[in-house]
């Protein structure tokens, strides 16, 4: 999942970036179809490659420390407020 994530941001950064630099730079004796593609399959192949990395680093853990966490972060259990078993003084 952080792979296609990861790629698809990186395609649309490499879609804007490369666009900014054909604009200024011109594209090259390659063309322009064929340098916004590079940029776009480098820079999406890059941060697809990272985010991948940092998902599998995310959900590799152990059981006991899911656990720990889900006992962290559940409701609170508040008690019922008990009865008076004697009678007030008076």
Known sequence: MGAMMGSTVGVIIGFIF????????????NGVMRTLGQYMLGSGAT?????SIGSTIRQDTSPLVAEAYARAHRHPF????QSCRYPREA
Do not use: C, L
């Open 47 to 51: 941060f697809g490659f990272f985010m």
């Open 78 to 81: 508040i008690m019922p407020r």
């Open 18 to 29: 490369g666009s900014v630099n054909i604009m200024r730079f011109g594209a090259g004796p």
